[in-house]
């Protein structure tokens, strides 16, 4: 005996949950399979406990992909303001924090139960924990073999998610099915995610553990932008919001570049550095910690200590020219520094890569080699920036796949 829906969402995550919502308040009998004990164990310890649900601003650039315009038309087709009406709708506190990222006062919890009141709405079917041993296709339907017995469908969403924090069940399912039916994959990789250095290379900064401040980040691809955002030492390496931005635009063997001297560029700094040092008759390392006041003073000390600046120590200013005051310059504004590598899924905070958007119609998140099979959320290779930007994906996704299989259902 088999049991046969409309459409069977697999994944109960950010994305699959209101896609199933969506489709079930829509009049068609809809399935939702997970394989988790836990419920959305993503959105309950995201943010921090408070879910940073989304952000009051969302565009297309906000994200990383092979095809950077896939992207447009699920993000315009639902907007953070539709789902702010949603958590305003379910009477969800929250509160906006840095650069329109939005929290819930209270929990995560929060949007969990808002999107579990959402699939009662749509008489979702739940099956979990339950797990897919086989999908297969024939003239029209999948069949999926699973511990709660056969399910079969015609319209099949995968919203399985990407692979960080395997300690919370995440797999790679949804790109083996991906591959199962001839899909290509970008290849994975972690994203947001904290960047590691050989322990001999870190042991002079590993004391700075704790240390945090702000600058600007930039990741080593061609096209990757720079952040404003906290930099924070750890005992491994780097962390912050402003290595987990850049983390997104970094290649292994390549730079990550910071700038540590609160100017927008070198030549900006450059020109108040030499301004600054006009007749002053103060000593070099107290001079430099007024020019950087962001800089933590432990830190400073520390780096002159280990930089090719520390002969300038005890020397007047007002005796530098622009043979001295160019190098420290660059130092401070265009440092770059090789990771060995990062800290992996069990840190990063996102997956970048997944199903190659080259083979999912933009309009529908439906595959254009097989009629019927849909992909969203973070199984595919849409990744977007810290604050918020991949919960928004994740609703746009699946909204749009909703409505494209009420559309033919109809």
């Not at 017995?149 to 990407?162: D, M, P």
């Not at 250095?197 to 870190?202: C, E, G, L």
């Not at 933009?362 to 959320?377: A, D, H, Q, R, V």
Request: glycine share 10%; proline share 5%; charged share 20%.
């Amino acid at each position: 005996m088999s049991q046969h829906f409309d459409a069977i969402v697999l994944g109960a995550g950010a994305a699959g949950l209101l896609c199933a919502a969506r489709i079930g308040q829509g009049g068609l009998r809809v399935a939702l399979l997970d394989h988790s004990e836990k419920l959305a164990e993503k959105i309950r310890i995201s943010g921090g406990g408070r879910c940073n649900f989304t952000n009051r601003v969302v565009t297309p650039e906000n994200f990383v992909s092979q095809n950077p315009r896939f992207a447009r038309h699920a993000l315009a087709n639902f907007k953070p303001d539709d789902f702010i009406a949603m958590v305003r709708g379910h009477r969800i506190a929250f509160h906006e924090k840095h650069k329109g990222q939005l929290f819930c006062d209270r929990s995560s919890e929060d949007i969990i139960e808002m999107l579990v009141s959402e699939c009662q709405g749509g008489k979702v079917q739940w099956y979990r924990p339950h797990s897919v041993s086989a999908i297969e296709h024939s003239e029209g339907r999948f069949t999926l073999q699973t511990t709660a017995g056969r399910l079969t469908t015609a319209k099949l969403v995968i919203a399985t998610g990407g692979l960080p924090v395997p300690k919370i069940g995440a797999t790679d399912f949804g790109l083996r099915i991906a591959r199962q039916f001839g899909h290509k994959i970008i290849e994975p990789r972690p994203a947001l995610v904290p960047m590691t250095f050989d322990s001999a290379v870190w042991e002079p900064y590993a004391s700075l553990a704790g240390v945090a401040l702000p600058v600007k980040s930039r990741g080593s691809e061609p096209t990757a932008p720079w952040f404003d955002e906290d930099l924070l030492f750890t005992h491994r390496g780097l962390s912050g919001p402003a290595v987990l931005q850049a983390s997104s635009y970094w290649q292994p063997g390549q730079a990550l570049h910071v700038n540590f001297s609160g100017h927008n560029s070198p030549e900006l700094c450059l020109e108040a550095f030499k301004q600054a040092a006009v007749g002053t008759r103060a000593q070099f390392e107290n001079w430099l910690a007024q020019q950087l006041p962001h800089v933590p003073r432990r830190l400073l000390e520390s780096w002159l200590v280990l930089s090719q600046f520390a002969e300038l120590r005890g020397r007047k200013v007002a005796e530098f020219g622009k043979k001295q005051l160019q190098p420290l310059v660059q130092a401070l504004a265009g440092f770059g520094v090789v990771p060995s590598g990062t800290e992996g899924y069990r840190k990063a905070e996102v997956m970048r890569g997944g199903v190659d958007t080259a083979f999912l119609n933009p309009k529908k998140m439906e595959s254009t080699l097989l009629p019927g099979l849909f992909f969203i959320g973070e199984v595919v290779d849409v990744t977007g920036w810290l604050g918020g930007y991949n919960f928004q994906w994740a609703w746009a996704s699946g909204v749009l796949a909703a409505q494209a299989i009420l559309k033919t259902n109809a």
